[in-house]
């Protein structure tokens, strides 16, 4: 297990669509392992494979507390079921020091495989329905700032511009 570095906006590989995982083998057992190192290190509730550089569907999730951890470990998800809006502030690991309000469905039921290949169908609400979401649109190559309004989205460019200054300049 080993912490991998997250790639961050504008890296083309985030902007990339995801493959299908065919076989849950020793190698992708140890990219999750490290997915979780990261995630947990970052700290973070998700993490999808691309943005460790693994273009595979693949992404893990805990929505839980420190005291008590619930995590996902999803390969291949699929929504398949959806209902009704929410508009909550989301953020990721890979648009550091960016947040942003986004419309996302409030329910959902998600199709996925677990770590020993078993399909689980799964219903979800709140902040859980949102980070399925959040973590599937990054293995079709899509970011949450990909869902803003033109007008935002102009906006986060001018911003995201700034904090990646100050960040040279820290460094
Ligand atoms: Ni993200």
Known sequence: MALR????YPEPLLAQRSVSVEYIDE???SVVADMVDTMYAAPGVGLAAPQIGVLKRVIII????KEEPELIRAVNPQIIDSHGECN???????????YACVKRKSWIKVRYQNMQGKWIEQECEGLLA??????????????F????SSLKKGMFRKKYKQIQEQQREQL
């Open 5 to 8: 570095r997250i790639l961050h």
């Open 27 to 29: 190698q992708l057992i």
């Open 62 to 65: 805990d929505c839980g507390s």
């Open 88 to 98: 909550e502030e989301e953020g990721c690991l890979s648009v550091p020091d960016y």
């Open 130 to 143: 949102i980070a399925f979401q959040h973590e599937i649109d990054h293995l079709d190559g899509k970011l």
């Open 145 to 148: 700032v990909d869902r803003l």
